[in-house]
């Protein structure tokens, strides 16, 4: 339903109910910190489930990745200790790379906003 709304140029955000986001801008922010939390506290808020799925997909992209770049540090540190550097080079540019896109989701929820994530928003585990 978004891919549509963007074709025709439309904002995704204008198809959520303004007092519903009025009323759930702090818990949808909250949502790339603790995904589950808009759920707990308003349950019946689609702009709040739109959030606490973006966080979910976000804590799932950071535990797969980190534990991708974890399989591919043991082996290079297996090879020589040497790539060291490198091997911290990996982690803190994925560290970064995860904190640029919570911080994006984070404005986003602050901001009233219904925007995916880069990469990975278009996914739907939270209906």
């Known amino acids: 339903m978004d891919e549509m709304n963007d074709k025709k140029g439309m904002d995704?955000?204008?198809t959520y109910e303004e007092e519903d986001i009025k009323q759930n801008k702090t818990m949808a922010g909250l949502a790339y910190i603790l995904f589950f939390?808009?759920?707990?506290?308003?349950?019946?808020?689609?702009?709040?489930?739109?959030?606490?799925?973006?966080?979910l997909l976000l804590l799932i992209l950071s535990v797969?990745?980190?534990?991708?770049?974890s399989i591919v540090t043991t082996i290079l540190a297996t090879i020589t200790?040497?790539?060291?550097?490198?091997i911290t080079l990996l982690y803190s540019i994925y560290g970064l790379f995860i904190m640029a896109i919570a911080i994006y989701g984070l404005v986003?929820?602050?901001?009233?906003?219904?925007?995916?994530?880069?990469?990975?928003?278009?996914y739907r585990i939270i209906q």
């Open 12 to 14: 995704p955000t204008e």
């Open 108 to 122: 986003n929820g602050l901001n009233g906003k219904v925007k995916e994530l880069p990469v990975i928003g278009k």
């Open 64 to 69: 797969v990745g980190y534990i991708a770049i």
């Open 81 to 86: 200790w040497r790539l060291f550097g490198f």
């Open 37 to 55: 939390l808009p759920l707990i506290v308003c349950k019946d808020s689609k702009f709040g489930r739109f959030h606490a799925n973006q966080g």
